[in-house]
């Protein structure tokens, strides 16, 4: 295993206490944890299924399956069987595990964007491999490279890669052999520009062959407690991530899989939700452009890439002195330097409290 990096959100430590000193509290729009209560559909759910004394099945039940696949159809325009589609404890394991459980190891690269979600960076360290973080896969050298991950839309920036670029990607992977994994977490958190999955037919062609989309219920339905994601397409490599997973124990609660099943065949929660966050972001982003800092990308997700072009740092603290705080863009990539991240996903009480601050 490559030595893994101190974990960033030590580093915030000083910041969010000179946050917590503000005379109203703090408003911490650091990290994108839900703060909406869990839908009555999956509360239900899961206490009808609460008296579950034997062992779940690690590949999910069959209503899970379906029900997963019924919204890929349904929402996203996506085929895919429900034998193509595996429950995880959470995206995060999988992210940080799928090298390992791929078998990407010593010797190998895998590509992450260059701004990105820290786990891509850890879980290829965690197999042994390198990570190389690029947004353009003709520099990647002539390492083997079994896996690339894409992210749209993007976490931390909120970018969206089009259809078109996706299409490059997956014709590049599939050239070299290549397994492409996108992490579609926030897909139905669209706002000026509507993500698509590497799974559409207008990406790959129809064919799944070689590609893995893993997505979440963390935000989607506020589950981040439940731990409720799933990963699906290539039917071969679901196989092949559910052989590994029986034999290491990684299943996901039985209760938490009737939850799951709940929440996505149930719309109407998911979109109540997006207005709330919608509301939040319409707040949030004007203030911040007032205040003097330009707000780039953001057209998905839940989080504003901000900056006034100072040291990232530099925007962490000022915003630290008046109680707000933030995630610095460096957590992400070097190229976020001079950045910051901004979520909302605080409470409308907390956010009008930002507001007024920043004015």
């Known amino acids: 295993m490559i030595g893994l990096p101190d974990f960033p959100w030590d580093r915030l430590v000083p910041a969010k206490e000179r946050a917590l000193a503000h005379p109203d509290g703090i408003v911490d729009l650091s990290v994108g944890t839900p703060v909406d209560s869990v839908p009555a559909v999956a509360r239900e759910a899961l206490a009808a299924a609460a008296d579950s004394p034997g062992y779940p099945l690690t590949h999910g039940?069959?209503?899970?399956?379906?029900?997963?696949?019924?919204?890929?159809?349904?929402?996203?325009?996506?085929?895919?069987?429900?034998?193509a589609v595996l429950p995880t404890i959470g995206s995060k394991e999988l992210v940080a595990w799928l090298p390992t459980l791929l078998g990407v190891g010593a010797g190998d690269r895998v590509v992450i964007p260059a701004l990105a979600y820290p786990t891509y960076d850890v879980g290829a360290r965690i197999a042994g491999a390198t990570p190389y973080a690029t947004d353009?896969?003709?520099?990647?050298?002539?390492?083997?490279?079994?896996?690339?991950?894409?992210?749209?839309?993007?976490?931390?920036t909120g970018r969206v890669l089009p259809a078109e670029h996706l299409r490059k990607v997956v014709a590049w992977a599939r050239?070299?052999?290549?397994?492409?994994?996108s992490d579609e977490c926030y897909i139905e958190l669209g706002w000026e520009e509507r993500p698509i999955s590497i799974l559409h037919p207008d990406v790959c062609g129809g064919s799944h062959e070689g590609l893995l989309a893993v997505h979440s219920l963390s935000k989607r339905s506020n589950l981040a407690g439940y731990r409720a994601a799933f990963v699906a397409g290539?039917?071969?490599?679901?196989?092949?991530?559910?052989?590994?997973?029986?034999?290491?124990?990684?299943?996901?609660?039985?209760?938490?899989?009737?939850?799951?099943?709940?929440?996505?065949?149930?719309?109407r929660h998911a979109d109540e939700q997006r207005e709330r966050y919608a509301a939040r972001r319409a707040l949030l982003r004007p203030a911040l452009e007032k205040s003097g800092w330009r707000v780039e990308h953001s057209t998905a997700g839940l989080y504003l890439w901000a900056t006034d072009d100072r040291n990232c740092w530099e925007q962490v603290r000022a915003l630290a002195e008046i109680g707000i705080l933030v995630a610095p863009g460096d957590f992400y990539g070097h190229e976020g330097f001079s950045y910051i991240r901004i979520a909302v996903t605080a409470t409308d009480e907390r956010v009008n409290a930002a507001v007024l601050r920043l004015q």
Do not use: C, Y
């Open 61 to 83: 039940t069959d209503r899970l399956r379906v029900a997963a696949a019924g919204w890929l159809a349904r929402r996203h325009g996506v085929t895919v069987e429900p034998g």
């Open 136 to 156: 353009g896969l003709l520099g990647v050298g002539p390492e083997r490279v079994p896996l690339v991950w894409v992210n749209s839309p993007s976490n931390p």
């Open 175 to 181: 050239e070299r052999g290549a397994i492409v994994a």
């Open 234 to 267: 290539d039917p071969k490599l679901v196989a092949r991530l559910l052989e590994v997973r029986k034999h290491a124990g990684m299943i996901m609660p039985a209760p938490v899989q009737a939850a799951m099943a709940a929440v996505l065949d149930d719309d």
